[in-house]
């Protein structure tokens, strides 16, 4: 039994909405029938069911979310740390060691590794990925229910061509980023017109 926690985040190159986190604590032997691999790279759906058999195998599991007015009060590598340890904190049963991706650790009360790449290397941090990016998804439809004309189901928040336009056509809405330089350009150009 390989017992890893694992922890990765959702949102960091957003220009809107939350960053979210999600730590999964599990024993990796119970992954290897999914073939679980960075988020990104599978299929909504499949996401979307693997995410839910992850939560039931999990020993243990929390999400973490920085708000955007964290991202704009405290940066947004600050804020990917804040959504990470709240996800750690969020755990029923917490874990000692966690794995996570990337190169950044912002816990200094346990251990912790930091592996580039580990959502395509590290199962537990894959299955953190897919939980992440689940539960990150779903709350971009809520917001696009809630703010109407961004089309935020379709780009989750990223700067895509399309969203840039809708920004241009409606302006700002509370969950746009405006430390972020595409949005806050489009605040000073409104400004000065």
Same mark, same amino acid.
């Given at each position: 039994?390989?017992?890893?926690?694992?922890?990765?985040? *959702?949102?960091?190159?957003?220009?809107?909405?939350?960053?979210?986190?999600?730590?999964?604590?599990?024993?990796?032997?119970?992954?290897?029938?999914?073939?679980?691999?960075?988020?990104?790279? =599978?299929?909504?759906?499949?996401?979307?069911?693997?995410?839910?058999?992850?939560?039931?195998?999990?020993?243990?599991?929390?999400?973490? *979310?920085?708000?955007?007015?964290?991202?704009?009060?405290?940066?947004?590598?600050?804020?990917?740390?804040?959504?990470?340890?709240?996800? !750690?904190?969020?755990?029923? &049963?917490?874990?000692?060691?966690?794995?996570?991706?990337?190169?950044?650790?912002?816990?200094?009360?346990?251990?912790?590794?930091?592996? =580039?790449?580990?959502?395509?290397?590290?199962?537990?941090?894959?299955?953190?990925?897919?939980?992440?990016?689940?539960?990150?998804?779903?709350?971009?439809? *809520?917001?696009?229910?809630?703010?109407?004309?961004?089309? &935020?189901?379709? !780009?989750?928040?990223?700067?895509?061509?399309? !969203?840039?336009?809708?920004?241009?056509? !409606?302006?700002?809405?509370?969950?746009?980023?405006?430390? &972020?330089?595409?949005?806050?350009?489009?605040?000073?150009?409104?400004?000065?017109?």
């Amino acid at each position: 039994m390989i017992m890893k926690a694992g922890i990765d985040e *959702v949102g960091r190159g957003c220009i809107a909405g939350p960053v979210v986190a999600a730590c999964v604590w599990i024993d990796e032997d119970r992954l290897l029938d999914l073939a679980v691999t960075d988020s990104k790279k =599978i299929s909504v759906l499949k996401r979307e069911k693997l995410s839910q058999i992850i939560c039931q195998r999990a020993y243990s599991w929390g999400i973490g *979310v920085a708000t955007v007015a964290e991202v704009d009060r405290i940066n947004i590598l600050q804020a990917t740390w804040e959504a990470m340890r709240r996800a !750690h904190t969020n755990c029923w &049963f917490k874990p000692e060691e966690v794995w996570i991706d990337g190169r950044d650790n912002p816990f200094q009360d346990i251990k912790a590794y930091t592996v =580039i790449g580990g959502d395509a290397k590290i199962p537990s941090i894959s299955a953190a990925s897919i939980v992440a990016k689940v539960y990150r998804d779903s709350l971009m439809q *809520v917001y696009d229910r809630q703010y109407p004309g961004y089309g &935020f189901t379709n !780009h989750k928040g990223y700067g895509t061509k399309a !969203h840039m336009q809708d920004i241009c056509n !409606h302006g700002v809405c509370p969950i746009h980023r405006k430390s &972020f330089a595409p949005v806050r350009d489009i605040i000073e150009r409104e400004t000065v017109q």
